[in-house]
């Protein structure tokens, strides 16, 4: 009975959130945020608890960065206060480059990636790549609740791509039209997972290049796709600094209506990890596991390529069935000011492939690895979401390797 009495008594004196106050929010629609958090008024304080709300508010769009501070009430108790700095969220890109062939191209699109304050991130592009492209996407993680939502995505995709025979190259027109739909899951702020389904028709068509009885004039096929993700992020942020882990699984099935664009399974891993190094450094690594049904396709799902995973090797200069991509670098602030940062970088990527068909072994096989060390700048916007303009030099330093500089948004990784 005492011993009650003395439960009894330390939860009388237990500190308690009495109130919940997200300020300085003019966007962002606050009773939105506040059903996001896992603290609730009426709990007990928990400081840790607090700090991964401020992680989760962190990782929205609508948000440059959170804070939070404590106020004591009278009778004890405390209001939690969430101090916010917003994003600006409706972003136009526009991309101007080259093609292998020297023609000229650009990628136009507009997208709000906080619609109503909300989290819904809706918007299209226009690309002009020697052929016209064009999608639209719109996706809401809380849709129907702080833990579930929809994905919705179109797009007509054409661009002129290599595939690689055994008596050389050839180019083909490539299109994809595609409708996806994908329901969202959130577990809690480091676990959600993403699953479902994509209709699409895949096509390519003969241009110039290699060519005998065995390579297709034209090829193309009904598909359909189920889609499965599952991601866990436990990663800090700080405007342009980040510390922890995060991990990402995709799982595909591809089914085809043609055996010559078969249907195959596909997944693949990416293992990332940020560690803050001084005062204005940053470390960053990404490791890509990917396997998929090993056809002897000249198709075949994985490219090497620039801006996926080898600044400077290229633009999709080989296919596999298979990869191991490691990618690191090391970021330092030159400058920063209350709104803009200067970032230079260092790295290393590196990589090989399993050819279409072949075995295991084809991973260690010198002619299938890529070492890529280089040098970066970035000039990130701080205030606008990923406002991050990044130029990369690539220099090949392994077997037939070349150069060339890489241009994009957004960090690589």
Known sequence: MIALFLIAGLKGYAQQIEEIEVQNVMKSNPTFLKNLLEVREGQALDSLRIKEDVEQLNRLPGIANATYSLERLEGG???????????????????????????????????????????????????????????????????FSRNWGLAVNFQD???????????????????????EALGLHTFDPNNRIEFGVN????????????????VPLNVQADKWAIKGLYAYNKVESNYQ??????????????????????????????FIYYKRVGQRGNWANR??????????????????????NIRGVGNTID????AV??????????????????????????????????????????????????LGVRAIHKKIFNAVFRIDYGYGISKNATHGLVFGIRQYF
């Open 77 to 143: 108790d405390y209001k939690l206060v969430f101090d916010i700095t917003e994003n600006f969220t409706i972003i136009p890109s526009a991309n101007v480059y080259t093609t292998n062939n020297g023609e000229f191209a650009f990628r136009l699109g507009l997208y709000e990636f906080n619609a109503f304050g909300r989290n819904i991130a809706f918007g299209g592009f226009f690309q002009r790549d020697i052929y016209n492209s064009y999608g639209v996407r719109f996706r809401a993680p809380q849709l």
């Open 319 to 322: 296919r596999g069935t298979g």
């Open 157 to 179: 995709w054409t661009t002129q791509e290599p595939v690689f025979f055994d008596i050389g190259t050839a180019q083909y027109k490539y299109n994809n039209f595609s409708i």
């Open 199 to 214: 209709f699409f028709k895949e096509e390519y068509d003969y241009k110039e290049g290699a060519f005998s009885e065995l």
């Open 241 to 270: 600094y980040f510390e922890g882990l995060k991990n990402i699984l995709n799982v595909h099935y591809n089914h085809s209506s043609e055996d010559i664009l078969p249907s195959f399974w596909i997944g693949w891993n990416d």
């Open 287 to 308: 490791v890509r596991l990917g396997l998929a049904e090993n056809s002897d396709s000249p198709f075949a799902p994985f490219s090497v390529d620039n801006n996926l």
């Open 325 to 374: 991509v490691i990618n690191t670098e090391y970021r330092h602030t030159l400058l920063e000011k209350s709104w803009f940062v200067l970032q230079g970088n260092a790295f290393i990527d590196a990589g090989s492939w399993r050819q279409p068909g072949g075995e295991l072994n084809d991973f260690v096989e010198s002619e299938n690895i890529r070492v890529y060390p280089g």
